[in-house]
């Protein structure tokens, strides 16, 4: 156990369905991530909440919507997905530092939830 | 653009040889880097982080930083089958927001 928790572990949904992902840490951490990781390709980096600002959108649809109420707690909500959209999504959480530079930001990942769109 | 690269694999090798795993980046700012194990179907777990040019050794696991070559290699001492896994590279964005970059990862195959 890294401290990190996701719920729930499987979803399977229809494309005109609305759900929510949830992350929680509880490692005392102030940043929170999500990761989406698809068949055969490398991580990818949806989302950044800094001291629960949202400080990183890399280019994700609207149909991911984040939402991050405190620093313990991330939710990721989920509405008209497509097929291509079933993958592994990780969440991951590190004590963050104001300037990045990355010096010892060691993101520790809650076992993910395994999404397939039908 | 940014990058981590590693060999995609899968490397095979005999339980009780050392796998030796390699990782290069492109951003010369970076200065700290990390290695995950990722077992199938689970998430990535960090196993070494490496900050200084060097060794760092922990158990059978040593990983290695060359920041004047821009690479950095995770060497894995008496392979054991379970150690069969796709291990991740990963490394920090300077300047960025507190970002990993991740490699693809190098699938190690430990036979009998």
């Known amino acids: 156990e890294t401290g990190v928790t996701q719920t729930p572990r499987h979803l399977v949904m229809g494309m005109t369905n609305k759900k929510s992902l949830k992350c929680e840490q509880h490692?005392?951490?102030?940043?929170m991530y999500w990761y989406k990781q698809s068949a055969k390709k490398p991580l990818e980096l949806m989302f950044v909440?800094?001291?629960?600002?949202?400080?990183e959108n890399n280019s994700v649809p609207s149909r991911f919507s984040p939402e991050c109420p405190n620093s313990s707690h991330l939710f990721l909500h989920l509405h008209t997905l497509q097929p291509e959209d079933s993958a592994l999504y990780l969440c991951?959480?590190?004590?963050?530092?104001?300037?990045?530079?990355?010096?010892?930001?060691?993101?520790?990942f809650g076992p993910g939830t395994r999404l397939t769109v039908l | 653009q940014k990058e981590v690269e590693q060999n995609s694999g899968p490397l095979s090798v005999p339980e009780g040889a050392i796998a030796s795993l390699n990782c290069t980046y492109s951003?010369?700012?970076?200065?700290?880097f990390f290695w995950y194990r990722q077992y199938s179907g689970k998430s990535p777990e960090l196993i070494m982080s490496i900050y200084s040019n060097g060794d760092k050794e922990d158990g059978r696991f040593t990983a290695q930083l060359n920041k004047a070559s821009q690479y950095v290699s995770l060497l894995i001492r008496d392979s054991q089958p379970s150690d069969s896994a796709t291990y991740l590279c990963a490394v920090p964005i300077s300047g960025g927001y507190n970002k990993l970059i991740f490699g693809a990862g190098t699938r190690l195959a430990v036979h009998p």
């Open positions: 951003d010369r700012g970076s200065q700290s």
């Open positions: 991951a959480s590190s004590q963050a530092r104001a300037y990045g530079g990355g010096a010892r930001n060691e993101q520790f």
């Open positions: 909440y800094s001291l629960e600002e949202r400080v």
């Open positions: 490692l005392g951490h102030n940043a």
